[in-house]
């Protein structure tokens, strides 16, 4: 008994020294550091703006959100009419109706809302269309082993140590025009194309 608890033991040692790595770079800023270094911020958005939107939104709760897919990523508070303290955009890019209910029921979690909006597009009205990136995200986002063992956090701690011991940045995709002629294509294929509709999501909502 004593051998295999040793073995325990010799065998989280790597995953101990890893997590204090993780926390003490922080890099999705899971333990809500008032000053948090900027080019961080910026490259764990890049990462993964989902995990990153689910993790902010935790840590700065606020009674009015907007939700929606990549058109209403730009629209501000002053589109609304409401102070920036009180207005937080969730929008993901590519959101799906299922992920647009888990972020629904996640933020109910944190916030009593006052007001909703939501923007999305006839593609995410696809039953097709069931992708999920937030599940994982939330899960992270609220437990702190599922947030060290997160990919993205694991992406995330890497690409802040290559950038400081090696003084690297990440490189950003400068052909706009050539990524979203791409997008199209996919949303035209995947999505327009071949479009089953989601009565049960849709009468999910009617609730």
């Known amino acids: 008994m004593k051998r295999f608890l040793k073995l325990i033991l010799l065998l989280s040692i790597p995953f101990v020294l890893y997590s204090l790595v993780v926390l003490t770079i922080n890099p999705f800023n899971y333990l809500a550091e008032e000053n948090y270094e900027q080019s961080k911020l910026d490259l764990c958005y890049q990462t993964d703006h989902v995990l990153w939107k689910s993790i902010d939104y935790k840590n700065n709760p606020?009674?009015?959100?907007?939700?929606?897919?990549?058109?209403?990523?730009?629209?501000?508070?002053?589109?609304?009419?409401?102070?920036?303290?009180?207005?937080?955009?969730m929008a993901l890019k590519g959101l799906s109706l299922e992920e647009l209910f888990d972020l629904f029921w996640e933020i109910t979690e944190h916030q009593k809302l006052k007001d909703l909006y939501i923007g999305i597009g006839f593609h995410e009205y696809n039953l097709l269309n069931n992708m999920n990136r937030t599940e994982e995200a939330i899960s992270a986002s609220n437990n702190l082993v599922s947030y060290c063992l997160s990919k993205s956090v694991m992406k995330g701690?890497?690409?802040?140590?290559?950038?400081?011991?090696?003084?690297?940045?990440?490189?950003?995709?400068?052909?706009?025009?050539?990524?979203?002629?791409?997008?199209?294509?996919?949303?035209?294929?995947?999505?327009?194309?071949?479009?089953?509709?989601?009565?049960?999501?849709?009468?999910?909502?009617?609730?």
């Open 62 to 89: 606020t009674p009015i959100v907007l939700l929606g897919d990549s058109r209403v990523t730009e629209l501000t508070h002053e589109c609304f009419g409401v102070s920036e303290k009180v207005f937080t955009n």
């Open 157 to 207: 701690t890497f690409y802040y140590l290559q950038s400081k011991l090696w003084h690297t940045e990440t490189k950003k995709n400068n052909s706009q025009s050539n990524e979203w002629n791409a997008f199209i294509s996919f949303i035209e294929r995947t999505y327009y194309k071949n479009y089953v509709y989601p009565e049960k999501s849709v009468s999910y909502t009617h609730l």
